[in-house]
């Protein structure tokens, strides 16, 4: 388990800062920027978690999907090496295939779509489409990455079932559908 005793190291004060393996790059690093976005998608679904208390089931797949992504985070601050003395956490298929399970389960209740949809209809919905939107920033980050460097197949699996899973669930907290507000083409010309 992680203990912090100490908030501020000043280790970074130089714009440096520490990989999982002790490595220690820019700030503004690639691997930093993709963690660092899977984190803010976190704290976005943190937000969401707000809206949910009529939907308990809805709370406990984002609490879980919020531990997801810190495994998610540590998968991505550790860079893949053969043979590590200690073996870093990485995201698992199991955790790809929850989310597809609970996607299908979800979208089985939906309404076919006739349009795209626009992010809002409630507050949760919207949220989650804000979710999903930095998910999929953190997904760029991590396909683009994994062009220069070893990232793991399940992490960025994770990621893209990601961004579905929080757009099926914010048409399942907008009355399954029928809330969603939908993109009319041209409505305004």
Same mark, same amino acid.
């Given at each position: 388990?992680?203990?912090?005793?100490?908030?501020?190291?000043?280790?970074?004060?130089?714009?440096?800062?520490?990989?999982?393996?002790?490595?220690?790059?820019?700030?503004?690093? &690639? =691997?930093?920027?993709?963690?660092?976005?899977?984190?803010? $998608?976190?704290?976005?679904?943190? #937000?969401? =978690?707000?809206?949910? $208390?009529?939907? !308990?089931?809805?709370?406990?797949?984002?609490?879980? #999907? %919020?531990? +997801?992504?810190? +495994?998610?985070?540590?998968?991505?601050?550790?860079?893949?090496? !053969?043979?590590?003395?200690?073996?870093?956490?990485?995201? %698992? %298929?199991?955790?790809?295939?929850?989310?597809?399970?609970? #996607?299908?389960?979800?979208? $089985? /209740?939906? $309404?076919?779509?006739? @349009?795209? #949809? &626009?992010?809002?209809? *409630?507050?949760?919905?919207?949220?989650?489409?804000?979710?999903?939107?930095?998910?999929?920033?953190? /997904?760029?980050?991590?396909?683009?990455?994994?062009?220069? /460097? @070893?990232? *793991?197949?399940?992490?960025?699996?994770?990621?893209?079932?990601? @961004?579905?899973?929080?757009?099926?669930? *914010?048409?399942?907290?907008?009355?399954?559908?029928?809330?969603?507000?939908?993109?009319?083409?041209?409505?305004?010309?």
């Amino acid at each position: 388990m992680v203990k912090l005793t100490r908030i501020y190291t000043r280790g970074g004060d130089k714009g440096e800062t520490s990989l999982g393996d002790g490595t220690r790059v820019p700030k503004h690093d &690639l =691997r930093v920027a993709a963690y660092g976005t899977v984190d803010e $998608a976190n704290a976005v679904i943190g #937000i969401v =978690r707000l809206h949910t $208390a009529a939907w !308990p089931e809805v709370d406990a797949m984002l609490a879980r #999907i %919020q531990n +997801d992504l810190f +495994d998610l985070g540590a998968d991505l601050c550790t860079p893949e090496e !053969p043979n590590p003395k200690y073996p870093p956490l990485r995201v %698992q %298929q199991s955790q790809v295939d929850r989310l597809e399970r609970e #996607i299908d389960a979800m979208n $089985a /209740e939906l $309404a076919p779509l006739t @349009s795209f #949809i &626009l992010p809002g209809g *409630s507050p949760a919905a919207a949220h989650l489409h804000l979710a999903r939107t930095v998910a999929r920033r953190a /997904e760029r980050y991590m396909t683009e990455l994994a062009g220069l /460097e @070893s990232v *793991s197949a399940a992490a960025l699996k994770y990621v893209n079932r990601l @961004s579905d899973h929080l757009f099926v669930l *914010s048409r399942t907290v907008n009355d399954k559908g029928a809330s969603d507000v939908l993109w009319v083409p041209g409505a305004n010309r």
